[in-house]
């Protein structure tokens, strides 16, 4: 999904200009994601980690229908003044306010749907609803500009802008008996239910949400084409946050189960072992961006976006210390119920102050002032996580075998370092020496790879 929707922009970004492709991200993705802390809130984490969270679907659906309705109206009585803060032309306002309001109600809807199909279970399903718009986007972005040529500005908005919707209607229509049997009876979420559901949601959402917001505030300092050149940005240092969300999608079902956390830690192949495989692959992508930040760029997205790589490596170290922190912060959901609550109130509190931070430090350091913003603001985070969760044995275990991995990296370092290898054989060579190097160490118990193929070889004989 993440591939997906990283090469869709990418095949956006080569065929319009950074203004126009700063517009349509911001429209499409920027404002709706930031908004789905109102229209969609933690009702989604409710209805697919609670037992009995799919009896929540008809008051999500009504409650996120009227929410989106209710921003709708906000945004065409003051649709002056919004466009102006954002730097949006006012030519065309109706169809960039339609287009904007059409993704916010699928995303919306499409969240609770999701969720239900999880909460029944469905896990199929509702990987294959989640992956829907990304995939699609990928393709139809693909097939309008490669196929039949397609260099409108608007069309290309609307074509970029569909796949949420044409991916919900199939299943609002196949799953049309479970969604109408549904609305019989409506349940309010408790307040158990609730705090566990907005924990869980805010955690997740926290950084994503912060990368939304610095995509509105640059918009409205900077103006549309450096939003353009941060989005570039963000979307090459995702690829990080694939390790933090492979952490958040092995350990939520731990913090719904009374399992033993100090056994799934310390077990061979338990959450210890993956943690440092994941982290030490972070690292790798963090060194790969300090030597070809802009190579990357202007061979993904063109030499017209290389002002995205000035300072990337500022985000990848950002996205380093974002790891700790939701490594630990997952973990310890279910058995820091105290230090978690302290923690969600703290989030709040940096989400609801960051536009002023960001603001700041663009007015005083330009483009630059975006990076240090939300790379600052995730190294304080992830300190006031570590000061507030009791149980420090994630990351004392997280950290184990540091040496070992330290001496992997600066091996590393020195041979792209010295030998000055294009982009792709440094690719193919920092890989390689990298992970012979962890092995070598020590750092990974190679038993981890002999069990994997062990437990694969039965499967296919």
């Given amino acids: 999904m ?10 956006l970004a080569r065929s319009i200009t950074p203004y126009e492709y700063g517009l349509i991200t911001l429209l499409v993705i920027a404002l709706p994601g930031t908004l789905q802390i109102i229209t969609n809130f933690c009702l989604f984490d409710i209805m697919g980690h609670s037992v009995e969270g799919k009896k929540y679907f008809s008051f999500s659906f009504i409650y996120g229908t009227i929410t989106t ?3 709708a109206l906000f945004f065409i009585v003051f649709h002056e003044p919004i466009f102006q803060f954002l730097n949006i032309p006012m030519q065309s306002w109706t169809l960039l306010n339609g287009v904007f309001f059409g993704v916010l109600l699928s995303v919306t809807l499409g969240g609770f749907i999701t969720g239900m199909l999880r909460g029944e279970r469905s896990h199929s399903l509702a990987a294959s609803f989640s992956a829907a718009p990304s995939i699609l986007r990928l393709l139809f972005i693909f097939v309008a ?3 039949f040529g397609i260099t409108d500005f608007y069309q290309i908005l609307l074509i970029f802008a569909l796949p949420p919707f044409v991916a919900l209607v199939p299943v609002l229509i196949y799953k049309r008996k479970a969604i109408w049997k549904s609305f019989h009876s409506i349940s309010i979420p408790d307040r158990e239910i609730l705090l566990f559901g907005f924990s869980f949601f805010i955690l997740n959402a926290w950084v994503s949400l ?4 610095n995509s509105i505030m640059i918009s409205h300092d900077l103006g549309l084409v450096w939003q353009g050149y941060f989005d570039v940005s963000m979307s090459v240092v995702a690829v990080l946050s694939f390790f933090s969300g492979a952490v958040y999608l092995i350990s939520a079902p731990e913090t719904t189960a009374n399992s033993n956390h100090a056994e799934n830690l310390r077990k061979r192949g338990g959450f210890a072992d993956i943690g440092r495989l994941l982290f030490s692959m972070c690292l790798l992508c963090v060194l790969i961006i300090y030597f070809y930040s802009h190579q990357l760029i202007a061979v993904l997205f063109t030499s017209d976006y290389t002002p995205a790589g000035d300072y990337l490596i500022i985000l990848a170290i950002g996205y380093t210390a974002l790891f700790v922190q ?4 997952y973990l310890s959901i279910s058995s820091e119920k105290e230090g978690i609550s302290k923690l ?6 940096s989400i609801a102050s960051f536009p002023i931070f960001t603001h700041i430090l663009m007015q005083e350091f330009q483009f630059i002032g975006a990076y240090l913003s939300t790379t600052g603001l995730i190294i304080i985070y992830t300190i006031i996580t570590l000061l507030l969760i009791k149980d420090n044995t994630p990351l004392i275990l997280l950290f184990s075998k540091s040496d070992r991995l330290a001496v992997s990296m600066i091996v590393t370092f020195f041979i792209l370092y010295f030998f000055h290898f294009s982009l792709f054989i440094g690719l193919v060579v920092s890989t390689v020496s990298f992970f012979i190097m962890i092995f070598l160490m020590g750092y990974i118990d190679k038993s981890m790879v002999t069990d994997l193929v062990s437990a694969v070889k039965p499967k296919n004989n």
């Fill in 2 to 11: 993440r591939v997906c929707g990283i090469l869709a922009k990418i095949l």
């Fill in 69 to 71: 309705l209710t921003v």
């Fill in 145 to 147: 500009v490669y196929a």
């Fill in 210 to 213: 912060i990368h939304n917001i």
């Fill in 326 to 329: 939701q490594y630990c912060a």
């Fill in 344 to 349: 969600t109130i703290l989030t709040i509190a």
